[in-house]
């Protein structure tokens, strides 16, 4: 499989002066071009490489919906809408398969019943064992240690590798937007983008540049403690009776999204965890799974953080994560078809970092995993001036 390439960039820069110019052509800054595109407004994207290689097509691509809680759910569950429109727009595949959260124990699924009182049937659907066996594939005689689980049917799936760089270049389609790649910023003031080809001038800025913020305002990015993220990642073939499009959530999942770490086991979970599989909780690990369309499987992942990444992998970690998938699909092993290392910024300080950073020059950085779950919804906050800005 390969990540789909962008047009080589034109060297000439746009003439004359956009309504908003997007540093960075991730999820996050597509989806703000995208949405300026939508209210009628012009748009230049501006990214240094010369096609999407960041976070945005390291992850599962996974819109986790429902998992969110207060103001990141209304976020999401707006995002949700942009991504459906910005699917049937560019032509993204983006099937509405949700989330199938597995439960081993009686806890987990205690926990996704608390969910449920809270979210609502519509929202939760809880599972019995053998819908949970059915939907991995696994055989009707080896489904001991399932319990049940729940569906998450708000939760949308796209394809990391293709999303972004269909959005790019739908974009540079359309009348008023030019997207530049290969054209690395240097700076950034009122009114202009500097870049190492010139400068790129436009009403409004927004800097979406994620864990890169360091590079331009190393002072805002410190502020608020943004770190970077890294992520253990794998794809593997596909057990033969694998076959659903939902992603696959597991007791990890729900030690890290708010919404099942606010239900009253929660606690009770992470002790269970602790007791069971303490060297999962050493890595950070939240063990899922989400099939691409071409069948093969993304397998993750581990979290570590830094300032700056190193570029080396543990291969016990990997080995780790590997193992606890094939023990929820059933199998004894998995074969890996491509390993790679994801990255996302992350902050003790919260999910968000929303600064103006000068006078028309804001940055938008999503300092938790969610990216692609909160980009279109971020996007219509931003322009209906709804985004609240951080301190």
């Given at each position: 499989?390969?990540?789909?390439?962008?047009p080589?960039?034109?060297?000439?820069?746009?003439?004359?002066?956009?309504?908003?110019?997007?540093?960075?052509?991730?999820?996050?800054?597509?989806?703000?071009?995208?949405?300026?595109?939508?209210?009628?407004?012009?748009?230049?994207?501006?990214?240094r490489?010369?096609?999407?290689?960041?976070?945005?097509?390291?992850?599962?691509?996974?819109?986790?919906i429902t998992?969110?809680?207060?103001?990141?759910?209304?976020?999401?569950?707006r995002?949700?809408?942009?991504?459906?429109?910005?699917?049937?727009?560019?032509?993204?595949?983006?099937?509405?398969?949700g989330?199938?959260?597995?439960?081993?124990?009686?806890t987990?699924?205690?926990?996704?019943?608390?969910?449920?009182?809270?979210?609502?049937?519509?929202?939760?659907?809880?599972?019995?064992r053998?819908?949970?066996?059915?939907?991995?594939?696994?055989?009707?005689?080896?489904?001991?240690?399932?319990?049940?689980?729940?569906?998450?049917?708000a939760?949308?799936?796209?394809?990391?590798?293709?999303?972004?760089?269909?959005?790019?270049?739908?974009?540079?389609?359309?009348?008023?937007?030019?997207?530049?790649?290969?054209?690395?910023?240097?700076?950034?003031?009122?009114?202009?983008?500097?870049?190492?080809?010139?400068?790129?001038?436009?009403?409004?800025?927004?800097?979406?540049?994620?864990?890169?913020?360091?590079?331009?305002?190393?002072?805002?990015?410190?502020?608020?403690?943004?770190?970077?993220?890294?992520?253990?990642?794998?794809?593997?073939?596909?057990?033969?009776?694998?076959?659903?499009?939902?992603?696959?959530?597991?007791?990890?999942?729900?030690?890290?999204?708010?919404?099942?770490?606010?239900?009253?086991?929660?606690?009770?979970?992470?002790?269970?965890?602790?007791?069971?599989?303490p060297?999962?909780?050493?890595?950070?690990?939240?063990?899922?799974?989400?099939?691409?369309?071409?069948?093969?499987?993304?397998?993750?992942?581990?979290?570590?953080?830094?300032?700056?990444?190193?570029?080396?992998?543990?291969?016990?970690?990997?080995?780790?994560?590997?193992?606890?998938?094939?023990?929820?699909?059933?199998?004894?092993?998995?074969?890996?078809?491509?390993?790679?290392?994801?990255?996302?910024?992350?902050?003790?300080?919260g999910?968000?970092?929303?600064?103006?950073?000068?006078?028309g020059?804001?940055?938008?950085?999503?300092t938790?995993?969610?990216?692609?779950?909160?980009?279109?919804?971020?996007?219509?906050?931003?322009?209906?001036?709804?985004?609240?800005?951080?301190?």
């Amino acid at each position: 499989m390969s990540i789909a390439t962008a047009p080589s960039p034109s060297v000439a820069l746009p003439g004359g002066r956009s309504d908003l110019v997007v540093v960075g052509a991730g999820i996050v800054g597509l989806a703000h071009a995208v949405e300026a595109v939508r209210r009628g407004l012009s748009v230049t994207v501006v990214e240094r490489d010369r096609r999407p290689v960041g976070a945005s097509v390291r992850n599962f691509g996974h819109c986790c919906i429902t998992a969110q809680q207060g103001d990141l759910l209304t976020l999401a569950e707006r995002s949700r809408t942009g991504w459906l429109d910005a699917a049937a727009r560019a032509g993204l595949w983006a099937p509405e398969a949700g989330a199938l959260v597995v439960a081993r124990s009686a806890t987990e699924l205690a926990v996704l019943e608390e969910l449920r009182d809270e979210r609502g049937t519509d929202a939760v659907r809880l599972r019995t064992r053998d819908e949970v066996g059915d939907a991995l594939g696994r055989p009707a005689d080896e489904r001991d240690d399932l319990v049940g689980g729940a569906l998450l049917p708000a939760d949308l799936r796209v394809d990391p590798r293709e999303a972004a760089p269909r959005l790019a270049a739908w974009l540079a389609e359309q009348p008023g937007a030019t997207v530049l790649w290969g054209t690395n910023v240097t700076g950034v003031e009122e009114g202009t983008v500097h870049t190492a080809r010139g400068p790129v001038h436009g009403e409004q800025v927004l800097l979406c540049v994620g864990h890169d913020l360091d590079r331009l305002h190393p002072a805002e990015a410190e502020a608020h403690g943004i770190e970077r993220c890294r992520l253990s990642m794998a794809r593997i073939e596909a057990p033969a009776a694998f076959r659903t499009d939902a992603a696959i959530l597991t007791a990890t999942s729900m030690l890290r999204y708010d919404a099942f770490t606010a239900t009253p086991s929660a606690a009770r979970l992470r002790s269970e965890v602790v007791g069971h599989s303490p060297e999962l909780l050493d890595v950070v690990a939240n063990v899922m799974f989400t099939r691409l369309p071409d069948g093969t499987v993304l397998v993750g992942d581990s979290h570590a953080y830094d300032a700056t990444e190193i570029p080396f992998q543990d291969e016990a970690t990997s080995t780790l994560l590997l193992r606890e998938a094939a023990r929820v699909l059933g199998v004894s092993e998995v074969r890996v078809t491509e390993r790679w290392q994801g990255v996302y910024a992350s902050s003790p300080r919260g999910p968000l970092l929303v600064r103006d950073v000068a006078a028309g020059v804001r940055a938008i950085s999503v300092t938790s995993g969610v990216g692609m779950t909160l980009s279109f919804g971020l996007a219509a906050a931003t322009f209906d001036g709804a985004l609240k800005v951080t301190a």
